[in-house]
């Protein structure tokens, strides 16, 4: 059955890298009851967590079981050849999920109007919703660059000599393991209470959090560099991340009208993925080494402050295409 995660006929799908992250949002988005689409939502990064907690523990049982002269050597393979039982899996998705009756109903629309010579989603999307697109790109650079700098870059940090701490691999496993417990369930607790008291409110107040909260937390594992300070403080950043990146997946869909959703978020999540969270190894490799060892802390901080100028633009576009689209 044709859906959005293939080709429909005479429906140009604008497809990228990332997980194709914006067909899984808007799907849970318009499956969802009203009164549980947060939830629904918030399992698009609680099964990023899940993929992360299994690989933080593999992780962790390799440098546990072999010496590092055999991790450096052969073992580093083990979770790559782990990671190819995810294609049928991905294949049985791709060819037995159904498909939504809000783009059901847009893609024969569509169809039709492709055939009268109208435009494409993508076409569409670069030409009427460029403002829609870039606010969705200021909201998705937080979103992407908080789980790049501390779900994925953080374990690396924790164990570089030019960090100062001193941690080892096993040790950084360890929390990156803790760490990602914390994520499946502040994304799942997190899309639960949007459900009852509102997305708003946990979108700014986690925005706000990840500008105040990272850089104490830092200072505090710098001046004492010990394993249970890891942890608290790995937690309480994956708790941070959780709360905001558990309860976006309702919102940004939501802002791009049915026929351009899944080609808008894909393309606004992956910009931002592209220019900001995918640049984050090799820029706070230099900003640790040259500027503070607290890089990582300002690089979400900057994020943050894009994602609070964006949200009410960004709430403002989402209902007018709920009056547009009821």
Known sequence: MPNRFSSVPGYERFRTDGSEIGGAASFLVETAPADRRALYSSWL????????LLSALVGFIITSVFPESAVQDWAWRIPFVLGLLIIPIGLYIRRRLPETEAFTEQGGMATAGRAAGQRGPLRTLLT???GTLGTAVLVSMLWTVCVYAFLIYLP???TQPVTGLGFTSRQAFLASLVGNVVVL?????A??????VGTRPLLVGRAAAMIVVPTPCLMWLHAQP???????VHMVLCATVSGFSGVIPSVLPRAFPVRVRSTGLSTSYNIAAVFFAGTTPILMTWAISDLTVYAPAIWVVIGSGCCLAALPALYRQVERVAVENP
């Open 156 to 158: 690396t940090y924790y």
């Open 128 to 130: 009427e919703h460029r």
């Open 45 to 52: 990064q609680a099964s990023m967590g899940i993929s992360d």
């Open 191 to 196: 899309g639960r209470l949007a459900d009852r």
């Open 185 to 189: 369930a502040g994304c799942l607790a």
């Open 226 to 232: 010990w394993l249970p300070v890891l942890l608290i």
